[in-house]
């Protein structure tokens, strides 16, 4: 399967803990976002790489939140000190350079904070 | 800032009939994209259908069609001969011509297919 992979898909975790989710996009692809969505609404931007440079943050995106990639490959989102207003599915999606911007998403991790 | 409004949070259709998929879009670039993505329930979201504003036609992709009418900002999908896989939440999306590929999306409908 060539497609987004993304590790893992639920997440439990009480409230003040970190967690750290994981996202392979497809392998030609350069670029890779993270979104947030909640309960019946649609994804919010969160975070934007063009291969292992952060080019672009969110106002959601709170001090809490790290996303990295390294050697602009997969990429890495930690929350820390876990909120419960941080539930929510956590996407990721990669895009190539070129093309119409479609972008391709992983399945998401789901985040229940208790 | 783009924003993307579906106002139908719920709509249904039975299958082999044709329902239509409401979406409007507030923008004051000339040149950006639309996008239609399906979201089955546990799955990855997929793109549906893609229209350029540049292009007059309205694009189709099968049984997907789009009406696309851009002086109203108006952006409907249409799904022809519904099949019960096309049973999923629909999100229409707005990607600026200027964007690397953020993309601002509508609060979702999602469709029923019946038999």
């Known amino acids: 399967d060539t497609g987004v992979s993304q590790d893992p898909r639920h997440k439990i975790t009480k409230r003040g803990q970190n967690v750290t989710f994981r996202c392979d996009p497809i392998?030609?692809?350069?670029?890779l976002y993270w979104y947030r969505q909640t309960l019946g609404q649609g994804p919010e931007f969160l975070t934007y790489?063009?291969?292992?440079?952060?080019?672009?943050k969110s106002r959601l995106l709170s001090d809490r939140f790290s996303a990295e990639r390294p050697k602009g490959s997969f990429s890495t989102l930690e929350i820390q000190r876990t909120e419960q207003g941080d539930s929510a599915m956590y996407l990721c999606?990669?895009?190539?350079?070129?093309?119409?911007?479609?972008?391709?998403f992983g399945e998401g991790s789901r985040l229940t904070v208790l | 800032a783009q924003t993307v409004t579906q106002s139908q949070p719920e709509m249904s259709v039975q299958e082999a009939e044709t329902v239509t998929l409401s979406c409007t879009y507030d923008?004051?670039?000339?040149?950006?994209?639309l996008f239609w993505y399906k979201q089955p329930p546990s799955r990855q979201m997929i793109l549906v259908i893609r229209q350029e504003a540049y292009k007059q036609q309205n694009a189709t992709e099968n049984r997907f069609s789009v009406n696309f009418q851009k002086a109203a900002k108006s952006f409907s999908l249409k799904i022809s001969d519904s099949q019960l896989g096309d049973a999923a939440m629909y999100f229409c999306a707005y990607k600026s011509g200027t964007s690397y590929g953020k993309l601002t999306f509508g609060q979702g409908t999602i469709l029923t297919v019946h038999p």
């Open positions: 790489f063009q291969n292992e440079a952060q080019l672009e």
């Open positions: 392998s030609e692809h350069n670029r």
């Open positions: 999606a990669s895009s190539a350079y070129r093309g119409h911007g479609e972008l391709f």
């Open positions: 923008t004051s670039e000339s040149d950006y994209y």
